[in-house]
């Protein structure tokens, strides 16, 4: 029997090089071709494009699935979803998992994707049960890394587990393609010897490996592997399906699948790519040995890229890379996959922008030091807990175990809000209550797509640099506006002086929105105390009181974009 192959386009291609940034109106036109080829399935949701689809593109996630669904008639659609943390970046409750899948599977999801960031089961047995009584496939993943902690006997038994489970397929889930021929070869062979499902390769081109991996576990016994077409594959996303359909064609392991439409395909999608060529940077498309290093996954990368742009910290993006293998194995090495993979980078940018380690905290590392993302790996570096968490002490049962039902209390303030009309609102709210309350009240705006000036429009060449700068000469700060790749046109104004600070100001530590502010005038707050929340990097970032004192005043608003050192409140110093 000959390879099968799981397309990515639609989904993780996009997520893993353009940070998710694909319309719908982009995937319609090539869908019933994309039907036509025999795939054994199309990825095309979950992941991060459910938060994309509202937060940048001001689209229906649902409405996407639907769409594809009606024109997909004969390919089973896949989705990729996080366990207990659904399609965010925190556990959800039961209720809502449970409502997600039955929704999931109306709208047409055939086959469910499951994983844990941590690869703990127990965050994965009830999404695994609830697709399987909607007669659903599911394939459990195992999220591959490699650590200390992390050896061969260990990702079989987790395959053994997710089999007894009832898993229809099992997935090695190498998110930063970190498999190399070898390990891929003995971690397929050890798994296919105990295991009887189908097993998949699901790696990334990250490195360059991905398709000798690919090949090695296809001869050590693999039987599905992830691809997408060459226009979106390569670099941090998937290798070709052109190519590796090609590779295997007139062999034991042949496809079956007719080049001459991957081919036809294959020209589309180049089409479409061009209208995404200033999301394409040199980080994301082009291999680079440093993920050994790293190991951040594609999908992190190119937001990793995009959200120190946001800050105006694009400079950083070599030291963040080194920052991000301590902070991971301060944290007992979790597989960097969302939303660990988060968790761990955006503390290794607060890192490296506060200028101190764990100076400034996530609110999600603190929750996954107390186990309310599950069992991390490997041990906790003992000193950053005790500095994050003080006398916390973490549980040790099923996060979820710990999470009231949420849905009845979210269904009454939807219907009060008026944002609730059909069943999928309230869990699209349940997900994301913030953003979700302006997209389905319709004050989102579909962001604008990033072009080339006109007079280098008709270039080949796509920038990778920050379109705007600021320099410091001797003191004097200069904004440098780049508004020729080509240099013809470079505008430089002076930058004005910072005003001097306020006695007892509380500056953001970071471009991103006001989510809550904690306090009000009059209030006595004692240093460390929680004084504003900032939603950063899709991240909930805790500001704090540097000090002692009575709030004076609040210069900031819930739902207001600062920018990093803005003066946010004054709190006067005791005494």
């Known amino acids: 029997m000959g390879i ?75 989705m990729l979803l996080r366990g207990q943390n659904l399609v965010g970046y925190r556990h959800y409750a039961d209720d809502v998992l449970k409502e997600f899948i039955r929704l999931s599977v109306k709208n047409g999801i055939d086959v469910f994707r499951i994983f844990d960031a941590l690869n703990d089961i127990r965050n994965m047995e009830l999404a695994i049960k609830v697709a399987k009584e909607h007669r659903a496939h599911v394939q459990g993943s195992i999220c591959y890394t490699t650590s200390p902690v992390h050896t061969t006997d260990k990702f079989v038994a987790m395959a053994v587990e997710l089999e007894r489970l009832g898993c229809d397929s099992i997935c090695i889930k190498d998110m930063a393609g970190l498999i190399s021929p070898a390990a891929a070869a003995e971690l397929v062979k050890a798994i296919k010897s105990k295991v009887n499902a189908p097993l998949n390769l699901h790696s990334h081109c990250s490195c360059g490996m991905a398709p000798l991996s690919y090949y090695a576990a296809s001869l050590a016994g693999a039987d599905i ?36 439409l991957l081919y036809e395909i294959g020209e589309y999608f180049a089409a479409v790519s061009g209208k995404y060529r200033m999301l394409f940077t040199a980080e994301t498309t082009r291999p680079n040995v440093n993920v050994l290093l790293h190991q951040i996954p594609g999908g992190m990368l190119s937001n990793l890229v995009s959200q120190l742009r946001e800050q ?79 006398e916390e002490r973490p549980i040790d049962v099923r996060p979820a175990d710990r999470i009231k039902p949420e849905l009845p209390a979210l269904r009454e303030e939807g219907h009060k809000l008026g944002i609730i009309h059909r069943d999928e609102d309230l869990v699209t709210y349940a997900l994301y209550p913030q953003v979700a309350v302006k997209f389905l009240r319709g004050e989102l705006k579909e962001e604008a797509m990033p072009s080339l ?56 530590p970071m471009q991103g929105m006001v989510l809550a502010v904690k306090v009000k005038v009059g209030d006595k707050v004692k240093a460390g105390d929680a004084l504003i929340t900032i939603e950063a990097m899709k991240m909930q970032n805790q500001v704090t009181a540097p000090h002692s004192g009575t709030v004076k005043e609040i210069l900031t608003f819930q739902g207001e974009v600062v920018n990093s050192g803005d003066v946010l409140m004054v709190v006067e110093q005791n005494g």
């Open 312 to 390: 105006n910290a694009l400079d950083k993006f070599s030291q963040v890379l080194e920052e991000v293998p301590r902070v991971r194995a301060d944290l007992g090495y979790p597989p960097l996959v969302t939303p660990t993979s988060q968790v761990v980078g955006i503390q290794a940018v607060l890192n490296i922008l506060a200028g101190a380690r764990y100076k400034q905290v996530t609110q999600e590392v603190k929750n996954y030091l107390l186990g309310q993302y599950g069992r991390p790996p490997g041990e906790i570096n003992e000193e950053v807990r005790k500095q994050v968490t003080g």
């Open 225 to 260: 592997l992830d691809t997408a077409f060459s226009a979106f594959g390569w670099g941090t996303s998937q290798p070709p399906t052109e190519s590796m359909v090609a590779a295997f064609k007139d062999t034991p392991y042949d496809t079956g699948l007719d080049l001459e």
């Open 4 to 78: 099968l192959i799981t397309d990515t386009t639609l989904r993780d291609a996009h997520q893993s090089l353009i940070a998710t940034r694909m319309r719908t109106r982009d995937m319609l036109p090539i869908a019933a071709e994309l039907d036509r080829v025999g795939f054994f399935s199309l990825e095309v949701w979950g992941g991060a494009t459910f938060d994309a689809c509202i937060r940048f593109l001001n689209e229906d996630p649902w409405e996407r699935l639907r769409s594809l669904r009606e024109k997909v008639k004969n390919t089973r659609l896949q």
């Open 453 to 508: 000036p006109e007079t280098t429009a008709k270039s080949t060449a796509v920038p990778d640099l920050p379109l705007e700068l600021s320099v410091d000469v001797d003191g004097e700060v200069f904004n440098v506006k780049i508004a020729s790749v080509l240099g013809k046109t470079i505008e430089v104004e002076k930058a004005k002086k910072p005003k001097q600070l306020p006695p007892g100001a509380v500056t953001s």
